[in-house]
């Protein structure tokens, strides 16, 4: 087996992968299902899918779980403002738990449209308020919690590496005045469970020890990855935003816990940006999945282009960019189809190719340099095709840009394009070579691209 180096966040440093058990055990805080996921959140589900298929394809077992938050997300990462979920419900006229279904079938529907692989268990934080409360219960009893007019919160001074992951600066954010804190203890102290501020008002509270309530939106992480993948487990991943704040609370309250180390790799995936802006669903004006469907994008396309970027990087998105992968994976597919029809003997390099690939996965997730060696095999005109062909689905394992299924489509001329084509013909039966030119550029404005062969004309999709 080779050996797969992945960037640690906890460490700065690239380390090589070694799973603390036979099966490796994996988690990724995942969507609130209180809206749409856009194209931003998808790249960090995209980098948890080719985390796990490069491990899979790396001989190793995973176990991957994936949170859904329907409660106690606030319109804050800290411990203020409404309920994403509450807010949307009101919003919609509906039950929270309607929107919260609604919204995770639609995002699951876009993560089958990504080929994203399903994890083993979507953990859902309202069917697991018992283990919250449990949590909370456990380190009240260790002596990590207070108890304020709003709410049980986590005093992070009592937490001795409060921060690591994201190497704060713990003096000088403590430093905040008091005003600005409220009743909290210190300015990074964070809501283990909140109160109702007026009980029967909100549609999600429960009973619990110390009032009626909700938990605050960290423990949910903690308490169901804890109780699928065991107090000490492999991977945990996210987007960048969750370095500071929700990944930081989660690793104080797991290890106060425990008094042991929470998880090994954490990796983190950057934002996709809009115009040098983060994507966020707050702020608005995002693209989701329907969105590109409905300008003529596939999914595979964003997938695609999501590769040809390091992981670590922020990527500036763009219809430019877009178009660029489109056009890319167009290509890619017109290929496979082409080597699929023809047969021809010659040499086969794929033990060559397949370490070289494998170098670049293993070397922290080096898409664009693996999507360089796929091209470099597809150009390799002395591999012999069935081999060849056989390597790039293997490849695709990782990739998941459904090579296996790729195959001549049908088109569907509109009619006002077939009227053109015909027009075409006759021009050119009559030597009228330049107005059939201009015309050949009207049907490629319109998405269709024409060629001339010895078989005939042939019309393709641009
Ligand atoms: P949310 O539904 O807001 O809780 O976010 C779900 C996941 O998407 C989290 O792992 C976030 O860190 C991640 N995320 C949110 N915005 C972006 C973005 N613009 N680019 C990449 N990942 C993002
Ligand atoms: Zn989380």
Same mark, same amino acid.
């Given at each position: ?36 996921? !856009?194209?931003?959140? %998808? ?20 176990? !991957?779980?994936?949170?859904?938050? *329907?409660?106690?997300?606030? &319109? ?62 456990? +380190?009240?009893?260790?002596?990590? &919690? ?14 001795? #590496? ?9 003096? =000088?954010?403590?430093? #905040? ?60 991943? #996210? ?43 707050? &702020? ?6 329907? *969105? ?9 396309? %964003? ?5 040809? &970027?390091?992981?670590?990087?922020? $990527? ?10 489109? @056009?890319?994976?167009?290509? %890619? ?10 047969? !021809? ?6 033990? *060559? ?9 293993? *070397? ?19 591999? =012999?095709?069935?081999?060849? +062909?056989? $390597? ?7 990739? #998941?840009?459904?090579?296996? @299924? ?9 009619? =006002?394009?077939?009227?053109? %084509? ?16 201009? $015309? ?23």
């Amino acid at each position: 087996m080779s050996k797969v180096n992945l960037y640690n966040t906890l460490t700065r440093k690239k380390e090589q992968f070694k799973p603390i058990g036979k099966e490796v055990k994996m988690y990724s805080c995942g969507p609130t299902v209180y809206s749409y996921q !856009h194209i931003g959140n %998808l790249r960090s589900y995209v980098l948890a899918d080719l985390l796990k298929r490069t491990l899979i394809y790396n001989e190793y077992k995973v176990k !991957h779980v994936i949170n859904v938050t *329907d409660v106690g997300h606030l &319109t804050s990462d800290a411990d203020s403002g409404e309920d994403k979920m509450e807010k949307a419900a009101e919003r919609e006229g509906k039950k929270a738990e309607d929107i919260a279904r609604f919204y995770f079938k639609e995002f699951e529907k876009d993560l089958k449209k990504m080929n994203i692989l399903s994890p083993w268990k979507w953990a859902w934080a309202t069917k697991h308020v018992k283990e919250q409360i449990e949590l909370v219960k456990k +380190l009240e009893k260790k002596g990590f &919690t207070y108890k304020t007019r709003d709410g049980i919160y986590f005093d992070s001074k009592k937490f001795k #590496g409060y921060g690591k992951l994201a190497k704060l600066n713990i003096k =000088e954010l403590r430093a #905040g005045k008091r005003v600005e804190i409220g009743e909290k203890k210190n300015k990074t102290d964070f809501a283990l469970w909140k109160f109702s501020s007026n009980p029967g008002e909100r549609q999600q509270e429960w009973k619990s020890p110390w009032g009626i309530g909700f938990p605050g939106w960290h423990l949910e992480c903690s308490a169901m990855s804890m109780k699928y993948l065991g107090n000490h487990f492999d991977i945990h991943t #996210g987007g960048e935003d969750h370095i500071s704040v929700h990944h930081t609370n989660e690793i104080a309250q797991s290890e106060a816990l425990t008094g042991k180390k929470f998880v090994n790799y954490w990796i983190h995936g950057a934002f996709l940006m809009n115009k040098g802006k983060k994507i966020s669903k707050s &702020t608005g004006g995002l693209y989701t999945i329907s *969105d590109l469907e409905k300008e003529g994008y596939s999914p595979m396309h %964003l997938r695609y282009l999501f590769f040809l &970027t390091n992981y670590r990087k922020q $990527l500036n998105f763009s219809l430019d960019i877009l178009d660029a992968a489109r @056009n890319a994976y167009e290509r %890619l597919k017109k290929k496979i189809v082409e080597l699929k029809k023809e047969r !021809h003997k010659g040499t086969d390099r794929t033990k *060559d190719y397949e370490n070289e690939f494998i170098n670049a996965i293993n *070397d922290n997730l080096n898409t664009s340099r693996a999507i360089d060696v796929l091209w470099k095999v597809i150009n390799d005109f002395d591999f =012999e095709h069935g081999k060849k +062909l056989k $390597l790039l689905e293997k490849f695709d394992c990782i990739f #998941g840009f459904g090579i296996k @299924n790729m195959k001549e489509e049908k088109i569907g001329v509109p009619a =006002e394009i077939k009227r053109l %084509l015909e027009e075409r013909e006759r021009l050119r039966k009559e030597k009228k070579f330049a107005e059939a030119d201009i $015309l050949r550029e009207r049907i490629f404005e319109m998405g269709f691209k024409v060629e001339d062969s010895e078989k005939g004309v042939i019309v393709e999709k641009n």
